[in-house]
């Protein structure tokens, strides 16, 4: 059975083992390829994000053990406090078990608790998995932000995608 619930920061050395698998794997997911974070900064980052009320960590849970992630922050700009920004990793072995649909509904319920009514996410053109996914959910991609990234040295482009859940247009 899997449990979706915010991160706790006795989570950290499993997240950052998380994210270390995914940044390894042959897909080139994620921006690094190296260590996410030291678990100790993973720590503090989650004890900073249960005290913000502009930012969460969820995770999916199954058998005591986390596999997959969802982070989500707004921006701090007054002009685009209605827009937050979104991250998504799972495991490999837990991906198209509905992990993924699972965190993002937990997105949008999270967004609409804090009055956000623009989630948005950078997502790499080759990664026809995860925009495949955002697409089903309803994120449309607004844009590529061409050489946005630099990973291990090398510029690469990102696709920019967003859902409109609020009042908004």
């Known amino acids: 059975m899997i449990t979706i619930r915010p991160a706790e920061p006795g989570d950290s050395l499993s997240l950052v083992e998380l994210a270390s698998e995914i940044g390894r794997e042959d897909g080139s997911w994620l921006l690094t390829t190296e260590e996410w974070r030291s678990v100790a900064d993973e720590r503090r980052y989650l004890r900073a994000v249960r005290r913000h009320p502009d930012a969460a960590v969820f995770v999916a849970e199954e058998g005591g053990q986390i596999v997959a992630r969802l982070s989500l ?41 804090v009055g956000i009514d623009k989630l948005e996410l950078h997502v790499f053109p080759w990664n026809t998995p995860a925009i495949a996914l955002y697409e089903s959910f309803g994120f449309e991609r607004e844009g590529v932000r061409k050489r946005q990234y630099l990973r291990d040295g090398v510029p690469v482009d990102a696709i920019l995608m967003a859902l409109w859940i609020g009042a908004l247009p």
Do not use: C, F, I, Y
Request: no cysteine.
């Open 73 to 113: 922050s707004r921006d701090t700009h007054p002009a685009s406090r209605h827009v937050g920004d979104l991250g998504l990793m799972v495991a490999s072995n837990h991906r198209r078990r509905g992990l993924g649909k699972a965190l993002l509904d937990q997105a949008v319920v999270w967004a609409e608790s």
